[in-house]
């Protein structure tokens, strides 16, 4: 690398530095820690949702799979636009009228402790097996291209250990600060790839387009596509974009450490807006560089690829700051994350029950930093381990198809349904991530053909059934409360009341700031992308 490049990014790692330390110092209790003391605005909220979800696995992952087969991946990306939509009309004013301080906690006041327990865990193992270590080997992956003489397993050390450090220093409101930055240097140096790919096809879309087969700029495939069938985006994707973006505690967090409902609405629909643009700045550029550098062996090789041959002295030290930026908003969200529930839904329960005193502001402080430097290592050490899997992209997809559809059924049924019963929530649970094991090795071996994504579809309508008739057959929902705000357990589902705005605002500037005029021209700009690219 260049003088330049290299002076970039130290400059970004010190800026990230810098940000950490001055927050530091107002991180003095736990809710400091893990909810930035309940005071984040709007705009760091949507811009830390971009960054946190926009990881070096998107980056490589991303660009690896629309080299491979298209840019159907990108359905991953829009579609989360009109998740966070209908979270920011049905999902956030329960989270927030709860004043929950985790994910988890939902079911626990909707349902039981064990629900609470259960999802707590399997969250915890995901935040770090699944999120955390991928991201670290996907940033390892693209540093080993450029520095070739330092080991993988080193790379994940390093990278583990700066961002934990950090994040065990400021905690929550560290996490969303440095995001904010690591967001518009990520934007930075994606649209700067864009504009070198383009280049080489003198700034002709028609031309670009043209070079490239028809089947690998179309969004929605045919049944029988092996990367991502049409029937799949419309039933599987929605699945899972509401398990990341409503249930994920390293994503929702920030919602929950909102100062005010309209903060967490608006943050969570510039966030919306925002995943529009990878559609345009990541995923095209690798379906053009099918073009470029036809014939790559490895698909998850593209994006350092481009950032190798392409860009000129200064941009790729801005792209790979860009990278870093991806690597760190993930790592540093996964571990805040669950570090939270390890203490929130662990710790201080078990501490209850043993009749020992609640840990203080301070000791809770402390105790969640130690945490956050126990699971960097543990994610350190495993990062080198996802090598073994075919594809990046695929181990994260197939490996959150597993667990997502029975959670989605009883959240969804907690919010909507008043006869959901915690018995046959518990039941859906463990029936549901059977079924989905079950579905999972049958296709590891061939005996199941289906895309994950259809079969998503299929477990999560058999756990919609499973709860149902369960709910139905079990005498304590015989006893739930009707309907109203006069009872506990109904604060803690949807009511058509939770769309008003609070108070009502006139005039432009009152229209301006309507999440739901917002909202509607999220899902208007999704529709025009689908025109466009059908």
């Known amino acids: 690398m260049h003088p330049l490049d290299l002076g970039i990014l130290i400059a970004y790692l010190l800026l990230v530095t810098v940000i950490a330390l001055v927050v530091m110092r107002r991180t003095r209790t736990g809710d400091d820690l893990f909810l930035a003391g309940r005071s984040l605005g709007w705009g760091v909220i949507g811009l830390s949702l971009f960054a946190s979800n926009i990881s070096s696995t998107t980056l490589i992952g ?23 939509v209908f979270m920011a009309l049905f999902v956030i004013p329960v989270f927030l009228r709860q004043r929950i301080s985790t994910v988890p906690g939902y079911l626990g006041l909707r349902y039981d402790g064990w629900c ?65 930055v690591q967001a518009v240097v990520l934007l930075a140096g994606s649209a700067a790839i864009t504009w070198f790919v383009f280049e080489r096809f003198d700034f002709d879309w028609s031309a670009a387009m043209a070079a490239v087969p028809a089947d690998h700029l179309s969004l929605i495939r045919p049944l029988d596509d092996a990367s991502l ?97 991806a690597i760190m908003s993930t790592i540093d969200s996964t571990l805040n994350s669950a570090t939270t529930l390890i203490i929130k839904d662990f710790v201080e329960p078990a501490r209850a029950q043993r009749g020992r005193p609640a840990l203080s502001p301070t000791q809770e402080a402390r105790w969640g930093r130690l945490t956050t430097l126990g699971l960097m290592t543990v994610a350190a ?49 463990l029936g549901g991530h059977a079924l989905g094991v079950a579905f999972f090795v049958a296709g590891q071996w061939g005996a199941w053909p289906w895309h994950f994504t259809l079969t998503v579809g299929l477990v999560t309508a058999l756990c919609a059934l499973l709860m149902v008739v369960l709910s139905l057959r079990d005498p ?59």
């Open 116 to 180: 609470q327990r259960y999802f707590s865990g399997l969250t915890i193992f995901m935040s770090i097996v699944v999120d955390t270590a991928g991201g670290l080997f996907a940033g390892a992956l693209v540093m080993s291209f450029f520095f070739p003489g330092v080991p993988l397993s080193w790379w994940c050390v390093g990278m583990a250990v700066f961002a934990g450090l950090y994040t065990a220093a400021g905690g929550l409101r560290a996490v969303v600060y440095t995001d904010a």
């Open 229 to 325: 069938p049409g029937l799949g985006t419309l039933v599987g994707v929605p699945i899972l974009g509401f398990w990341y973006w409503a249930t994920n505690q390293y994503i929702t967090q920030r919602l929950l450490g909102a100062r005010s409902l309209d903060d967490a609405r608006w943050g969570a629909l510039l966030a919306g807006a925002l995943k529009l643009l990878p559609l345009l700045t990541m995923v095209l550029p690798g379906a053009l560089a099918l073009v470029l550098y036809p014939g790559l062996a490895q698909p998850d090789q593209v994006f350092p690829k481009l950032v190798h041959e392409l860009l000129p002295i200064g941009f790729k030290g801005l792209v790979i700051a860009g990278l870093f930026a």
């Open 381 to 429: 050490l495993w990062a080198p381990q996802i090598s073994q899997f075919e594809g990046l992209f695929a181990y994260l997809q197939q490996a959150f198809s597993v667990v997502v559809p029975p959670v989605v059924v009883v959240f969804l049924a907690g919010l909507f349904w008043q006869r959901a019963t915690a018995r046959a929530a518990r039941r859906t649970l």
């Open 476 to 534: 304590q929902g015989q006893a739930l409360p009707l309907p109203g705000y006069a009872n506990p357990e109904a604060l803690a589902r949807w009511q058509p009341g939770d769309l008003a705005i609070h108070p009502p605002r006139a005039g432009w500037r009152g229209a301006a700031l309507d999440y739901r005029l917002q909202a509607a021209v999220v899902v208007a700009l999704t529709a025009w992308m689908l025109v466009v690219f059908w």
């Open 62 to 84: 991303l660009a690896g799979a629309a080299y491979a087969s298209g840019i159907a991946v990108a359905n991953y990306e829009w579609m989360a636009g009109l998740v966070l």
